[in-house]
Structures are given as C-alpha cells and as structure tokens.
C-alpha cells in the first residue's frame, strides 16, 4: 500500500453501468483515466463518494417531461467494505467514514484501488447518514457536506487505509479541491504548529495537481463565506483569503488554481479559454480520451485482434487500421448497428432499419449543447430525407434535476419526433449510462455534436465513437478541433473554431449542418459507399489511435505526476 504515489479525487467515478456512481462524461473519463492508470501500471488509487442513491433513475413521461427517482443498487455486490475509519467534523459534530474498495485491474493485472467513501454509518445522525447518497443531490449546504467529506476526508480515510508516501493530489474538477486544506494542516502539524503559514502553502502547491473541465459558470462551485466558516469554523478562511477565496465567497476552482504546481483543461481550445479566464494562473493543456478497450464494441475487438496485434497495450497502433479491407470494416460496423437496432427497437418499438442512415446524439441534456440544433427547420429535414435519402434519428441523455432548460431540451426534442413523422424515425432512449453509451456510440452511422463553443471543454462520447469507426459531424469544439481533418475523419459544422472568440449564430449553424447532410453525408452514405468506409477508417486510424486514456495518462505522468 505504501508504494501507492498518485491519489486521484473525483467527485463521481464510472466503472460500470450497473454502480450508478457517476452522471456523464466527468465520471467516465475518471474511470478511463483509473482503467489506463492500471494499464499502465501508474501507481495510483482512486477516492470518490458511493452515491447509494444514484445520480438518478430517468423517466420520461408521454410528453417528454423528464422524472427522477432514486436508484436502487446493493453496494455489497459490488464493493467490499474495508475496516479502516475516518472521520469530519462539520458544523461541531462529528461525522464518522467508511471505505467501500473496487480494484480495478488493468490489462497485464496491476490494480489500481478505488475507495468509495460512505456516511451511512450507526454512529452518525439520520441527516448525517444521507450525505453519501446522491450525487450532485441537494443544496448548497447538502453538496458542501458532500465537498468537505471529499476532500478533506478522502485524505483522513487514504492516512487510516496506510497510504502514507503519496506524492501527489490529482484533483478532477474543484469539488475536491478542500484536500488542500486538510494538507496544509499535516504540513502545520509536522512542524509542530497550530496555525497554517505561506510556507505550508508552497509545499502543499508542490504535491497537487488540477484539471478542470468546463468553462460554464454552473460548473464551478462557490460557497458563501458564512455557510463554510459555520461548517468548518476555520479562521484561514478568512485570514488567508487571498488563498481561499474570490470575490467575497470560497470558490472550488480559485482555491485549487492556487493550491496546485500543475494545472490543466480537457483540451487545448479549452486550455486557451481557461487562460483567459484564470490570467493570473498558468494553465495547460491534455486533451481528454477514452479507454479503448473498455468502448470498442466486440465486432470492432474481433477485427484488431485479427488485424493489429497488440493494440490493447499499443493504442498507437490502431493507426494500422488503414490497412483492414474496407469489406470488414463496414461488416463489424453492421454487427454493432444491428446490435443497436434490436435494443431500440425492443424498448420503443419505433421499428428502425439497418439499411438507413443513422444519426447518433446521446449526452448530458445541457442547454449550451443545443441538442435541438437539428430540428430547427423541420420541413427541411423531412424533404432532406425524402429526397436526398432516409434518416433515422437516435437521441438519450439525462437533464439534471435542478436544470428546468435541459428537461425542456428533451421536450422539444419529443415535439420534434410528432412533427417528423412518418419521414423519419427516431427514438429517444431513458436512462443513458455506460453500457447504452457504448451501444450507442459503437451503433450509429454518423455522431452529432452541435455544443456552443466554447462552452465544449472537451466531450469524449465522439472519441468513443471515432473507435468504432463512425465518423463524427460537430460544431468545431473542444477536441473536435485537434480531431477534425474534413471529409477524412468527418464533418465540421459551422466556421472554423479555431479561435477563442466564438459567434456561433443558431440559424447559420443549423444550415451548415443541413447542407452537410444534404449535399455530402448522405449521397456519400448511399452512393459512395466506399469513400464513406474510407472515413471510417481514418476516424479509427487517426483519432481513436490518439484520443486515448493511454495516451492520456503518458502525458500526465510526463507533465504533472512525476515533474
């Protein structure tokens, strides 16, 4: 245990579509990222929150309108409980820990531990028992318990577990970022003091490290002050504000930015914008990726294996895919549609063809990723379809509960199925996790992604894709720019994103991307086949070779765990 050196915080951790202890993508690329580390053999272990509840159950109801209920899953059957405790103290009282452990184990069986830490213990209050149960649940008081037991006591429960030699905090998104706080008090107590000095706070700098994930405002937690001096009682706060907070309240992200030597985005765009935003701190780039193995679909596994030997240890040689005949591309690829259709067709009897061209959109239900973008001229759309060739249409993705715009999204999206009929066919499927994700994304012709930039720090669900050989049609965003060669691993919609600017008007958008499918995807789809595979191809070859964990978690260890 003690030869453990990298512990890696993240508020939610996806390992399998059966423990819902994530929501989207920022819990699937930590267990990507845990999956590689193992690979690797990176020394790493892993601290999240066990969400006994879930994220939540989806429903949607005959309109569109989206329902929430808990989720219902045995822990034991999955995790096993570890003898170790901690504990926090929060508002005066003690809140006491536990440590649930999953290993995961990589491709030549190293493990990396990952520990789910738990409240629902005896020893605490009813209230108290609850703050481990839902993820991103709550309010503000209820998300900075959740915050403090995080951070501050991910570390306590890593100490009382024996991981004592750790040489660096990765923090995955702020909502871990008080881990800082809890080590400047180790580096006061090792120096026999009580107060915390500017000394502890460049030897805590020196141990972290922080990605962050979004340029949207909502994704950045802020506590006001009064609320965090009453949970913790911590005089620092105040006296060291120039460290704890901005603009008069305790923000997540500034508080990491300070505390950390190494500081990243998800992709390079989104390490220009996060300069901009955050001047005064240095700020770099690793473009995010998504564990091969783990999101080729088995057709596509079958094919490497026979094809690029190695490539589960070698990512970088999917390159090689240039060479695998054009035939048994397209026949993996209608295993994997085929595979699809059955399961849409079994849960919404919508009755799709494999013949038909199949557009694929499956994400959080965000407002600022214009799910809707499509169905902005409906008439188009079908007369597109009738005459230019058939489309069908795949959508799924969960608004959070607390976010009425993204439940109105997936509304609009159930008129826009009404007003396409009989034209075209489409299906929006409940309860998007890991393993609809990959049928999803291994299943459909073609991936659309139509975010306003630049508010896509980076999206991996199109890396996913790129895999499996479906080329993607996107805004120019987040990884979609370093990804993008138009007409040779897809389509780009709208002007070059390049920039940092972005005016990226809803109208122009929405014709580039009809005029897209009108003039160019589809008559390459239904009468140029075999250019339309040669794009499937590069998709594999250049992007799933690169937009890779592997290739993810080498730059990490180069660039911020062992510098």
Not at 96 to 102: C, F, G
Not at 170 to 176: I, K, L, P, S, V
Not at 467 to 477: A, M
Request: charged letters at 25%.
């Amino acid at each position: 245990m003690t030869q453990r050196t990298i512990a890696y915080f993240s508020m939610e951790v996806g390992i399998k579509a059966e423990m819902p202890t994530y929501s989207g993508g920022l819990g699937v690329l930590a267990g990507d990222t845990i999956r590689s580390a193992a690979d690797l053999k990176v020394p790493m272990i892993a601290i999240t929150l066990l969400h006994r509840k879930g994220y939540f159950h989806q429903h949607l109801d005959a309109s569109g309108w989206q329902r929430e209920k808990p989720v219902d899953w045995v822990v034991e059957n999955f995790l096993k409980e570890m003898p170790a405790r901690a504990s926090v103290n929060m508002e005066g009282r003690t809140v006491h820990l536990r440590a649930w452990q999953y290993e995961v184990i990589g491709n030549l069986g190293f493990k990396v531990p990952v520990y789910f830490l738990d409240a629902n213990l005896p020893e605490n209050s009813e209230w108290d028992r609850t703050l481990t149960d839902f993820l991103y649940g709550g309010d503000q008081h209820y998300r900075l318990c959740q915050e403090v037991i995080l951070g501050i006591g991910g570390v306590r429960m890593l100490r009382a577990l024996g991981y004592e030699n750790i040489q660096r905090f990765h923090t995955n998104e702020g909502h871990a970022s008080l881990l800082t706080l809890e080590l400047l008090d180790e580096e006061a107590n090792k120096a026999g003091r009580q107060s915390i000095t500017h000394d502890d706070v460049e030897a805590v700098r020196k141990k972290c490290v922080f990605t962050t994930h979004t340029p949207v405002p909502a994704g950045h937690d802020k506590f006001p002050l009064d609320l965090v001096h009453r949970m913790l009682g911590r005089r620092e706060v105040y006296d060291m504000r120039e460290v704890f907070c901005c603009e008069g309240v305790l923000n997540m992200t500034f508080l990491a930015l300070n505390l950390s030597h190494y500081v990243n985005g998800g992709a390079k765009k989104h390490g220009e914008v996060s300069q901009l935003m955050f001047a005064r701190y240095a700020i770099d780039s690793i473009t995010n990726g998504v564990h091969a193995f783990t999101w080729v679909a088995e057709p596509f596994q079958e094919l490497f294996d026979r094809y690029i030997w190695g490539w589960e240890q070698d990512n970088f040689s999917l390159r090689y895919a240039l060479n695998i005949p054009k035939p048994e591309i397209w026949q993996a690829h209608i295993q994997a549609k085929q595979r699809l259709l059955q399961y849409v067709n079994d849960k919404t009897g919508v009755g799709m063809d494999a013949e038909v061209l199949t557009i694929g959109f499956a994400r959080r239900a965000a407002t600022y990723k214009r799910a809707n973008l499509l169905f902005t001229d409906l008439e188009r759309l079908k007369s597109m379809a009738t005459n230019a060739g058939l489309i069908q249409l795949l959508y799924a993705g969960k608004a959070h509960p607390q976010d009425h715009g993204g439940k109105e999204i997936i509304q609009r999206i159930f008129r826009a199925k009404e007003g396409l009929k009989p034209n075209i066919k489409m299906a929006y499927l409940e309860n998007y996790d890991m393993e609809v994700g990959k049928l999803i994304t291994a299943g459909v012709d073609v991936w659309l992604n139509t975010p306003q930039p630049p508010n896509e720090a980076s999206g991996t669900s199109g890396m996913k894709a790129a895999l499996n050989g479906v080329p993607s049609l996107s805004v120019l965003d987040g990884w979609w720019i370093e990804g993008h060669i138009e007409g040779v691993t897809g389509w780009s919609i709208g002007e070059n994103g390049r920039g940092i600017v972005e005016d990226h008007d809803w109208s122009k958008d929405a014709a580039s991307l009809y005029d897209k499918l009108e003039h160019v995807i589809l008559p390459m789809f239904y009468r140029d086949r075999d250019r339309f595979i040669e794009v499937m191809r590069h998709a594999i070859a250049l992007n799933g070779s690169f937009f890779n964990t592997q290739r993810m978690v080498q730059q990490y260890v180069l660039n911020a765990y062992f510098r």
